[in-house]
T-cell receptor
Framework: SQQGEEDPQALSIQEGENATMNCSYK?????LQWYRQNSGRGLVHLIL?????REKHSGRLRVTLDTSKKSSSLLITASRAADTASYFC?????????FGAGTTVTVRA | NAGVMQNPRHLVRRRGQEARLRCSPM?????VYWYRQLPEEGLKFMVY????????ESGMPKERFSAEFPKEGPSILRIQQVVRGDSAAYFC?????????????FGQGTRLTVV
């Protein structure tokens, strides 16, 4: 069964604005990962946050993890048209990546 | 170091035919995952393999689907007697599994269309 559930399902923002999406999950995890998928392509790994970490940064990406609420958020700052894609969170309990349905982000020029 | 290679990228099969999807993991990776993605949905786990072993096939339909990862050569996902509902994108991912906290590297997928 799917673990992560992203919210919102879709997001449309103006170039330069920030985009925030959330992920909730149900059971304990080893780590949580965020991936991006451009239309018709495979998934690209963005960032991994371990269960004992609370926040992590990578370039314009900021990820938070709240294990007590079983939730994570992904923030993309100063968005660009190239950030238009679907974003998925994936939980890892042992070896298996379990994906949510994703958030589709559209960045308008 | 080439990424995860999947072929074919697109595959069209008539109902009742067999579909064979191939995945060559990244060099040095001995762990392979297969996922299925329906339009507008996330990826659903199908099977996890190590070389010559199926570790977890809990996401695989019990009938018509099989997977292997031989000692030599690519991993193969085989779908026998395909039906329209098998139409989807099938993604393969590999990892070195040095430890549990590791990212997976995905291929570009095989888009199967059953007509």
């Amino acid at each position: 069964s799917q673990q992560g559930e992203e919210d919102p399902q879709a997001l449309s923002i103006q170039e330069g604005e920030n985009a925030t999406m959330n992920c909730s999950y149900k059971t304990s995890i080893n780590n949580l990962q965020w991936y991006r998928q451009n239309s018709g392509r495979g998934l690209v790994h963005l960032i991994l946050i371990r269960s004992n970490e609370r926040e992590k940064h990578s370039g314009r990406l900021r990820v938070t993890l709240d294990t007590s609420k079983k939730s994570s958020s992904l923030l993309i700052t100063a968005s660009r048209a190239a950030d238009t894609a679907s974003y998925f969170c994936a939980t890892v309990d042992d070896y298996k990546l379990s994906f949510g349905a994703g958030t589709t982000v559209t960045v308008r020029a | 170091n080439a990424g995860v290679m999947q072929n074919p990228r697109h595959l069209v099969r008539r109902r009742g035919q067999e579909a064979r999807l191939r995945c060559s993991p990244m060099k040095g990776h001995s762990h392979v995952y297969w996922y299925r993605q329906l339009p507008e949905e996330g990826l659903k786990f199908m099977v996890y393999l190590q070389k010559e072993n199926i570790i977890d096939e809990s996401g695989m339909p019990k009938e018509r689907f099989s997977a292997e990862f031989p000692k030599e050569g690519p991993s193969i996902l085989r779908i026998q007697q395909v039906v329209r509902g098998d139409s989807a994108a099938y993604f393969c991912a590999s990892s070195p599994y040095v430890e549990r906290s590791t990212e997976a590297f995905f291929g570009q997928g095989t888009r199967l269309t059953v007509v």
